[in-house]
């Protein structure tokens, strides 16, 4: 019996590296032949004949790379290349925080993602100042209002909370900044929504924190904006810590 464990083992752990391999051949032929995102890829054949593997470990390594959007299998049409996006990240980063909220600090793993974006956008916040123009400032505070009068009207606001962060960093040209901070926010609301936590008790605060980044931006107060995102932050978590010890 143990000689049939110690064969099928051996057995198993070749298979595991010949379909990590073949992932990373199919990965390179993409770059290889510089396929774009939707473009298709060889068929199952093909790639048998390109890699010189069976159909099962193409099919297996194809799957494979489906889950990580790097390819897109759409049944009955083919194998076509992947966004590449951050999906995957923030699907692993979603299960990571929620695994840990068992943890003694509950909120730990919660504070670290915030932390990390807080670290994010205060760093990113030094560089749009120099770019911001007047009239994407105006379209801040146009989303600010916004803000205001779905506060007063007893609404929450957090699509109006996101796309001002989208259009803050929007300038700096950079399509991975909205991509991490999309994943981030991705990560917060659907672990909020797990826990049941509501939204901000007092979204007048909230408006007053944006309408200070905007103020400070005007400013063209490096300074100041990165302290008005600080206490920003620190509102965010205050609210996660109250939620997740079930204070409103």
């Known amino acids: 019996m143990r000689r049939m464990a110690e064969e099928t083992g051996s057995r198993r752990g ?4 010949v379909s990590s391999q073949i992932q990373r051949e199919v990965t390179q032929l993409i770059l ?3 396929l774009r995102a939707g473009a298709p890829l060889p068929t199952e054949t093909e790639l048998m ?3 010189g593997v069976s159909r099962n470990s193409v099919r297996e390594a194809l799957k494979a790379l489906q889950a ?3 390819v897109d299998i759409r049944h009955g049409y083919g194998t076509y290349v992947g966004q590449a996006s951050l999906t995957p990240f923030a699907d692993g980063l979603t299960f990571r925080t929620l695994a840990r909220q068992d943890d ?5 793993a919660l504070a670290e ?4 974006r807080e670290v994010l956008e205060e760093g990113l916040i030094h560089r749009v100042a120099a770019v911001l123009t007047e009239a994407e400032l105006d379209r801040l505070e146009a989303v600010v209002a916004e803000m205001e009068e779905a506060g007063r009207a ?5 699509e109006l909370d996101r796309e001002f962060h989208e259009l803050l960093y929007a300038p700096l040209g950079n399509a991975l900044v909205p991509q991490l901070l999309g994943a981030f926010w991705t990560v917060f609301s659907r672990v909020a929504g797990v826990r049941g936590w509501t939204d901000d008790p007092a979204p007048e605060v909230t408006v007053r924190r944006h309408r200070d980044i905007v103020t400070a931006l005007r400013a063209r107060d490096v300074e100041a ?5 600080a206490d920003h932050f620190r509102g965010i978590e205050a609210r996660a810590a109250q939620a997740s010890r079930g204070v409103s």
Do not use: C, S, W
């Open 14 to 17: 070749p298979e595991r590296r």
């Open 32 to 34: 290889d032949r510089r």
């Open 49 to 51: 004949n390109d890699l």
């Open 68 to 70: 990580l959007d790097i």
């Open 104 to 108: 003694t600090n509950e909120t730990g």
């Open 113 to 116: 993602i915030l932390q990390v």
């Open 154 to 158: 007893g609404r929450p606001f957090p």
């Open 225 to 229: 904006a990165q302290r008005a995102m």
